[in-house]
């Protein structure tokens, strides 16, 4: 079996669970039950990462995109510890998704690598 990436953008609701459960809902009305979807419905947990003021949400999820994985400067910025969690969640397709959230905790990108 293999793997595929996906990225998809919320509004927070309240909280980021409370977005994640709704999220993984959607995922699953859209792509079924089955599994091995490459979306957003194969995962059951997430690990949050608060984005430094001033990193764009939108060019965070194209940084931890890029292949070979690379360290940008805002991620320079940050303690270590938690930017080897969001790029081993971001890279296992049988964990956790990677819940990016802006500085200004209104919007989240679920994204990662997803069983297919």
């Known amino acids: 079996m293999g793997a595929e990436r996906f990225s998809e953008e919320y509004t927070l609701a309240t ?4 977005t994640f459960s709704a ?10 039950h089955a599994g091995y979807t490459g979306s ?6 997430y690990v949050e990462l608060l984005l430094p003021e001033g990193v764009d949400l939108y060019q965070a999820d194209r940084d931890f995109g ?5 360290l ?10 938690q930017i080897d969690q969001a790029y081993s969640a971001y ?4 964990g956790p998704a990677l819940a990016l959230v802006s500085h200004d905790k209104t ?3 679920f994204c990662g690598y997803a069983s297919s």
């Open 15 to 18: 909280t980021v669970k409370e």
């Open 23 to 32: 999220a993984v809902e959607s995922a699953l009305y859209y792509y079924g």
């Open 40 to 45: 957003l419905a194969e995962k059951d947990s």
């Open 66 to 70: 890029a292949y070979p994985f690379v």
């Open 72 to 81: 940008t400067e805002w991620m320079l910025s940050m303690p270590s510890y």
């Open 91 to 94: 890279d296992d397709k049988w």
């Open 107 to 109: 919007k989240v990108i």
